[in-house]
């Protein structure tokens, strides 16, 4: 009975685990198989899978075993009948792929695994590639487990299932190709790749491969965009067509000695990339195509889509530029025009090669000169793909010269922002060598400076560089610097990520907000607060903030900022709104009309700027008033995918000392003694500019009323500036390798005018913001016998007008409108499957256009009740 249990036992659990044939009746000495090879590549967008183009090749292998034994096999690869069809279905007579049967490749088997390939030495790179995905599918195991393999795709975890005694699957993952990979660190640039690598495969009993098929299914897709990408299908199927032939064999104690006399190259199956030859459009280089587009880059074609598009083929052609035609342009008599652009496309270039052009045409002998010298600096502080070389060499140069004091400051933000984005790189921190300088040098200069004005231009610097080894010197200037030093400060650390907030720095912002150890700025005190709110406070922690709308506190402006903010934070969040609720319902000192109904024009919205089927965004507008005006605004556009935000575009602007002209309260509690001083502050992409100083002192200011010379439209920002900038490759299993890409442009427009009657008084001013934002993403495969190309673009031209009206005759009134003009959203998906040899070329083309109706934002019932005053005066 013992010996019966046990013999049911053991045939149980072999049934359960199919045990599988030995390796050594597989691939038996002298013989030779034949195998029918089909494969189908197919790519299109993901909005239209229906609409594709590709390819499928077919032929007939024969895999013969001609040395070797139980453990080693060399094995034979002859491929005969090679044919190419495209899809839409045409056979091409003339590809390079019959160049594939002229001799055969040989791949040394090991125990189920292939170690090398050994091909012709004048064998074609993509034909190589071929021969590696068709070796490769002869790499199997017989038992279930996860091992490592290497094939054309990389080094791969492979996952291995038995579905019974002779049907298998395998899963690879995790496959890390030799191929180049960058992309933007912020989540909402990325491009977000998807896929799975699956083969199915079927033995015979002796363990000889009898049929495989694979599948590589790859869907490639813009953060920015919902469902805004491509898809890329290859299947691969082999079929053993049951024949078995006798063939000779090879001498040789080693595998080494038995292919010595063929006279062939050994490779490993990693794949290797193709370039294949220009031609057409794809020859253009960097200067026919700006001499080609002249009208596009000049300034004011700025905010337009053209301008964006144009720029994105730009970079790719410029990234591959030596400097020599860079400077050519730049010093060209017909391109002075297209100066500025170029400047902006060289800053997003960012290769050493561009950087050295720029160099040596920039002088600072005229104001124009600095203007174009300072546009450089921006625009490389916007780029994605800082080189040390060059954020060393502008580090260099900051330490020499220090004149004229406008290029000074924005070097030293260009460098400071240059660092932060270089930290941020893979394999990179803020303890990397070259950031550590830059942190070392702004402290450095930040603690030998004197007055405010130095101080500032360093703490914008330590702003923009956002090293956490900084936070301790930014608070202890938050705390114990002046008016502006703390603002600056403040500033600054709320720019940090909310991550690095523990109970000590909370308890200090509060100390700020509450002005526990000593009075504080009320810009400060509103900062501390932001940064209090972006922590997300809980019941206790919200109670606790509460308490300053019913405070003595005598700055009612700050209070009307805190209701403001509430509101909107409430709007945006039904957990905050629930919880702000109960805070104000279980406090009766809270809960009425003198607390909630606090007077004041200061103002914190956030109204949704774009939504679907274009990018999701948000614009915040924050406006801090004091005594009846502006004291600190700002207007930010944030690009939202998820509960990723990323700030494209920031308008700061702020104004000190002006309360004298405005008000006529006399119980109004003003601490607005400063000196009359008002700007612009610029912040893209996460990079603050130096300021932009409309008038400093009272005489400038009645200058610019007496001369009406900020009354007509004025550019403040004028540039084009990357955003997406995303490059993947990747192999499949048949060998091919192909190209995942996104770039994307922002073009701005920035403009304003502001009239001031001291007549009248009363006041107007306009800020138009026209930008231009083009995204394409690109799927590319080449080979030399076919390529296939998906490319999607999508252009949109949103505009936002943000104008105000200012009546201070009595009691102040201020009326704003938020205002965005029609759009129209236009995408275009192009497939392209091009034959080089047979000069074939098919495309399919979609394009869909989006109307996106304008909208005027509403800000809050109390401007609502100003503008109707105003409009009645």
């Given at each position: 009975m013992k010996l019966q249990l046990m013999t049911l036992m053991l045939a149980a659990f072999f049934g359960r685990c199919h045990p599988a044939p030995a390796?050594?009746?597989?691939?038996?000495?002298?013989?030779?198989?034949?195998?029918?090879?089909?494969?189908?590549?197919?790519?299109?967008?993901?909005?239209?899978a229906s609409s594709t183009v590709g390819y499928i090749v077919r032929a007939t292998v024969h895999v013969a075993t001609i040395w070797g034994n139980d453990d080693y096999k060399l094995l034979r690869f002859k491929v005969t009948n090679p044919t190419l069809s495209t899809i839409?279905?045409?056979?091409?007579?003339?590809?390079?792929?019959?160049?594939?049967?002229?001799?055969?490749f040989f791949a040394h088997w090991h125990l189920g695994q292939i170690e090398k390939i050994y091909v012709d030495k004048d064998d074609d790179v993509t034909l190589i590639n071929f021969k590696r995905g068709l070796a490769s599918l002869f790499q199997y195991q017989l038992l279930d487990g996860k091992y490592v393999e290497v094939d054309p795709s990389g080094t791969c975890d492979v996952l291995y299932t038995s579905h019974d005694e002779t049907r298998?699957?395998?899963?690879?993952?995790?496959?890390?190709?030799?191929?180049?990979?960058?992309e933007r660190s912020e989540y909402p640039l990325r491009s977000s790749t998807t896929y799975s690598r699956n083969t199915d495969f079927t033995v015979n009993t002796d363990g000889s491969l009898d049929r495989v098929i694979a599948e590589d299914y790859f869907k490639y897709f813009v953060n920015a965009y919902d469902n805004f990408g491509s898809f890329l299908d290859s299947v691969v199927k082999v079929y053993s067509e049951g024949s078995t032939t006798k063939v000779n064999?090879?001498?040789?104690?080693?595998?080494?000695?038995?292919?010595?006399?063929?006279?062939?190259?050994?490779?490993?199956?990693?794949?290797?990339?193709?370039?294949?030859?220009?031609?057409?459009?794809?020859?253009?280089?960097?200067?026919?195509?700006?001499?080609?587009?002249?009208?596009?880059l000049t300034d004011d074609r700025i905010g337009k889509q053209e301008t964006s598009s144009l720029f994105l083929q730009l970079v790719k052609l410029g990234r591959v530029t030596p400097t020599e035609p860079f400077q050519r342009l730049l010093k060209g008599d017909t391109m002075q025009e297209q100066r500025g652009q170029i400047l902006d496309l060289l800053g997003a270039i960012q290769t050493v090669a561009a950087h050295e052009a720029a160099k040596?045409?920039?002088?600072?002998?005229?104001?124009?000169?600095?203007?174009?010298?300072?546009?450089?600096?921006?625009?490389?502080?916007?780029?994605?793909?800082?080189?040390?070389?060059?954020?060393?060499?502008?580090?260099?140069?900051?330490?020499?010269?220090?004149?004229?004091?406008?290029?000074?400051d924005t070097l030293v933000q260009t460098v400071a922002s240059l660092a932060n984005r270089y930290a941020k790189l893979p394999g990179n921190s803020f303890d990397t060598d070259v950031v550590e300088k830059v942190k070392d040098y702004l402290l450095k200069e930040l603690n030998w400076c004197a007055k405010d004005k130095c101080k500032l231009q360093f703490i914008r610097g330590l702003h923009n560089l956002k090293s956490p080894k900084t936070l301790n010197a930014l608070v202890e200037l938050a705390l114990e610097g002046s008016a502006q030093v703390s603002v600056a400060a403040m500033k600054a650390l709320r720019s940090f990520s909310i991550f690095l907030w523990n109970d000590e720095f909370r308890a200090m912002f509060e100390d700020i907000l509450f002005q526990v150890s000593k009075k504080f700025d009320t810009s400060a005190r509103a900062l501390a607060l932001d940064i209090l709110l972006d922590l997300k406070p809980d019941f206790d922690e919200l109670t606790h903030l509460a308490q300053l709308l019913k405070s003595n506190d005598k700055v009612y402006e700050l209070k009307q900022y805190l209701l403001q903010k509430l509101r909107m934070l409430a709007d945006r969040c039904p957990h905050f709104a629930e919880m702000l609720r109960k805070v104000i319902q279980n406090d009766p000192s809270l809960n009425n009309y003198h607390v909630i109904g606090a007077r004041g024009?200061?103002?914190?919205?956030?109204?949704?700027?774009?939504?679907?089927?274009?990018?999701?965004?948000?614009?915040?507008?924050?406006q801090e008033m004091s005594g009846g005006v502006l004291k600190r605004g700002i207007v930010d556009l944030t690009l939202e995918v998820g509960e990723e935000k990323f700030s494209m575009f920031t308008l700061g602007l702020f104004a000190s000392g002006m309360s004298s002209f405005v008000s006529n309260n006399e119980d109004e509690i003003l601490e607005d003694d400063s000196d009359t001083v008002a700007g612009m502050e610029l912040t893209v992409q996460g990079s603050v500019f130096r300021p932009l100083v409309f008038f400093d002192g009272k005489t400038d200011l009645m200058r610019h009323v007496w001369s009406g010379t900020a009354s007509e439209p004025t550019p403040a920002y004028q540039a084009t500036t990357l955003l997406q900038d995303n490059e993947e490759w990747y192999a499949l299993q048949n060998g091919a390798v192909f190209k995942l890409s996104t770039l994307g442009a922002i073009s701005i427009d920035l403009n304003g005018q502001v009239t001031l009657s001291l007549w009248s008084r009363n006041a107007q001013s306009k800020v138009e913001q026209n930008t231009a934002i083009v995204v394409s993403g690109n799927v590319k495969l080449d080979t030399s016998y076919v390529s296939l190309d998906v490319s999607f673009v999508a252009g949109q031209e949103p505009q936002l007008h943000l104008t105000s009206d200012l009546d201070f005759a009595t009691d102040p009134a201020l009326c704003m409108q938020l205002l965005q003009p029609n759009s129209i959203l236009s995408q275009t998906f192009e497939r392209t499957?091009?034959?080089?040899?047979?000069?074939?070329?098919?495309?399919?083309?979609?394009?869909?256009?989006?109307?996106?109706?304008?909208?005027?934002?509403?800000?809050?019932?109390?401007?609502?009740?100003?503008?109707?005053?105003?409009?009645?005066?």
């Open positions: 390796f050594g009746d597989a691939f038996q000495l002298g013989t030779e198989q034949s195998y029918s090879y089909w494969n189908e590549v197919r790519t299109g967008s993901t909005r239209n839409p279905g045409e056979v091409v007579r003339k590809s390079t792929l019959s160049d594939i049967s002229s001799a055969p298998y699957q395998k899963a690879r993952s995790n496959c890390l190709f030799s191929g180049d990979r960058s064999t090879v001498q040789g104690n080693t595998v080494e000695e038995a292919v010595e006399n063929f006279g062939l190259v050994e490779k490993s199956l990693l794949s290797e990339k193709y370039a294949p030859k220009c031609s057409g459009k794809n020859c253009d280089t960097f200067s026919k195509l700006v001499r080609t587009h002249k009208k596009s040596s045409v920039l002088t600072f002998e005229s104001d124009d000169e600095m203007v174009f010298a300072e546009r450089y600096l921006q625009a490389l502080a916007a780029g994605s793909q800082p080189q040390k070389t060059i954020i060393e060499d502008l580090l260099v140069l900051a330490e020499k010269k220090r004149n004229p004091q406008k290029f000074y024009l200061s103002t914190a919205l956030m109204r949704t700027y774009s939504s679907g089927p274009s990018f999701n965004a948000s614009l915040e507008s924050l499957v091009t034959v080089p040899m047979a000069k074939y070329r098919k495309i399919r083309q979609t394009k869909v256009t989006h109307k996106i109706a304008g909208q005027t934002h509403m800000l809050n019932q109390k401007n609502n009740a100003m503008c109707n005053l105003i409009a009645k005066s």
